[in-house]
């Protein structure tokens, strides 16, 4: 017998209470097993089994299902002019060479060069004789060019100008030489908003180095990665450039100096002394192109609503340059794309000027770069200088 009855009787109360608790989980878990048992999945509802040519709806692109397929119909890549079934109809441009007829140790502008172009079939690496092809030499280059002033709405023909001894001619209008004096009388009292990649940041530093009296102020902030601003106080001047937001490859930096195009175009009050150019290429071909047309189409709904409260602000689109890079993981393919989808993109939107450098860097002499060199950066400002005061 326990000499303890307190203690006797607390041990019967604990014991009771196991009990009840366990008896309590038993039968909870049996209505749970037997609910289980009873219930029946719901029927999958029949999936409607569509072609569709984009898994990203034109929805969620934020365009129309008409814009969409003048967007295919812009991107596709029209075939070779002849059926190629078998690979050893195909050539390589890498192998095959040219040679000149008769060559002669100097050449009097307007002569004729007669070429041979030899081309290598890819496959059997045997060589084929094409046809003699003449070239001719430009005449004077006095004169040639367009004469028409720089201004919206131009189309841009191929070839869209030339380099003649490292100066850009341009058959898309009057490609006015700014010197540095130029530059500064261009630019009195405006404000330039430059966005997007290093690019434009290199025009930010072209400015930098060449107007008379512009000062880069000290913003606290990375040197490459930005925002960046620099200011000449005699003639007003200000120049801003600010990187674009996600996705990109930049140094570290802040999440809030980070902003999207569209974001910061919401915020420009716009007008006559204010200048906006952007471009949005190398560090989106990464990504699938319905992504790039979604973040275009945003882009393209904050510049309408500028150009809506201030018509007379000039808004200057840069495309995409070459940049020599042919891999699977950024290709120039993928840039070109890019470029048409910007370009038809805005077509039609009155005031927005498009500025197409691509052919200015891929047919100069220098080493195609994603960051080109000093001479194509300065052909590309008097370029966006002939847009902002045009003559």
Known sequence: MDSNPPVCRLRNHVLSACFAWITFCLIVWQLNC??????????????????????????????????WERLQKALNWPGPDQLITQLNLTTSPVHSTFSVV????????G?????????????????????????????NTAGIGKTEKCRSGLTTPVPAGFYFKDVWTSFVCNTQQFNSSKMWNCLQNKIVYMMGDSTTRQWFEFFENKVPGIKRMDLHTPRLAGPLMAVELKNNIIIHWRPHGVPLRFTIMPMTDLHYIANDIDKIAGGPHVVVVFTLFA?????????????????????VALLSRAPETTVIIKSGNTAGLKDIFQSDWYAVQENIVMK????????????DVWQMTSCHYLTENVHPGPVVIANEINMFLSYVCPA
């Open 283 to 303: 560090h989106l071909v990464f990504h699938p192109i319905t992504f790039y047309v979604h973040k275009v189409a945003k882009i393209r709904q904050s510049v």
């Open 102 to 109: 008769e060559p002669k140790n100097s050449y009097k502008v």
């Open 344 to 355: 038809e993109m805005f077509r039609d939107i009155d005031g927005v000027i498009y500025f």
């Open 111 to 139: 002569e004729n060069i007669s070429v041979i172009i030899i081309y290598i079939y890819i496959y059997w690496g045997y060589p084929s004789l094409q046809n003699k092809q003449v070239i001719n030499i430009l005449p």
């Open 34 to 67: 037997f609910q289980i048992g009873t219930f029946h999945l719901p029927a999958p509802k029949p999936f409607s089994r569509k072609n569709y040519s984009s898994p990203v709806s034109v929805f969620d692109m934020g365009i129309s299902d008409e814009e």
